[in-house]
């Protein structure tokens, strides 16, 4: 019966690989038509800073679902999940965050927040790297 699980189980993952190279892919694509639009926009080659934050939050979307395959992949590969890949998601996604957050419109407790967060995730990883364990 375990055998028929853990084959479910590779079954989803190879499923949530092929659907995450597509979703990849086109946001790559994405990317690329958004670039070049806003390049050749008037004024042509001038981004406003509006734009380029907002470009910046797509490349890291697309950093991220690169670090969603490769945490697939290494789950495939040794059958385990690396913790480490998933506190490294987690702090592309939390910087896209505070990269793209507008301190304008942003309340105190959301700036807060956001910096503990940080903090929580930084302790995190440098206490997985410094334990010198196997990540798994």
């Known amino acids: 019966m375990l055998e028929y699980v853990n084959r479910f189980e590779r079954a989803v993952y190879a499923i949530l690989l092929a659907l995450l190279l597509v979703v990849i892919a086109f946001s790559l694509v994405s990317l ?47 059958n385990v999940i690396h913790f480490e890949l998933i506190i490294v998601i987690a702090i592309t996604a939390i910087a896209r965050k505070v990269i793209l ?27 997985l790297k410094r334990s010198g364990i196997a990540l798994h």
Do not use: C, N, W
């Not at 080659?45 to 490769?70: C, N, P, Q, T």
């Not at 942003?106 to 990883?125: E, F, K, P, R, T």
């Open 32 to 78: 690329v038509f958004v670039t070049v639009d806003r390049l050749l926009s008037p004024p042509i080659y001038l981004l406003e800073s509006h734009e380029i934050l907002d470009l910046f939050g797509m490349f890291l979307l697309v950093l991220i679902g690169i670090e969603f395959l490769e945490s697939i992949k290494a789950y495939l590969k040794d």
């Open 101 to 127: 957050v507008e301190l304008d419109t942003a309340g105190d407790l959301q700036v807060i927040g956001l910096g503990i967060v940080v903090l929580s995730l930084s302790a995190g990883y440098y206490l």
